[in-house]
Nanobody, 125 residues
Framework: QVQLVESGGGLVQAGGSLRLSCVVSVGTLSTHAMGWFRQALGKECEFVASVSWSGQTTYYVDDVKSRFTIDRENAKNTVYLQMNRLKPEDTAVYYC??????????????????WGQGTQVTVAA
């Protein structure tokens, strides 16, 4: 069993930055690849980024590739999403999720067995 808790969301002006954190409160992070997803109001949940269990390999959706960075500290049971140059269209609830396929790279929400409760990110124009 894995329990995930996100933090770090908030309101920011366009062009600003936020750093999301996801802590594994029960279980261990190192046995899972980790991903970030987001869901805007009235839209489907979409893949944002993922990182392999070791942190060596990362994957991004195209429109965040040059702006967001996912990384992890297994010793702290924490994964991060650094978001720079934020745009209003980045506004969404952001979720971290754990995937038992340790190499990572999977983009379907159904591939991830454990989810956090989400943290709201709002980017004002």
């Amino acid at each position: 069993q894995v329990q995930l808790v996100e933090s770090g969301g908030g309101l920011v002006q366009a062009g600003g930055s936020l750093r999301l954190s996801c802590v594994v409160s029960v279980g261990t992070l190192s046995t899972h690849a980790m991903g970030w997803f987001r869901q805007a109001l009235g839209k489907e949940c979409e893949f944002v980024a993922s990182v392999s269990w070791s942190g060596q390999t990362t994957y991004y959706v195209d429109d965040v590739k040059s702006r967001f960075t996912i990384d992890r500290e297994n010793a702290k049971n924490t994964v991060y999403l650094q978001m720079n140059r934020l745009k209003p269209e980045d506004t969404a609830v952001y979720y971290c999720a754990a995937d038992g396929y340790r190499l990572g790279g999977r983009r379907g929400a159904d591939d991830y067995g454990y989810w956090g409760q989400g943290t709201q990110v709002t980017v004002a124009a």
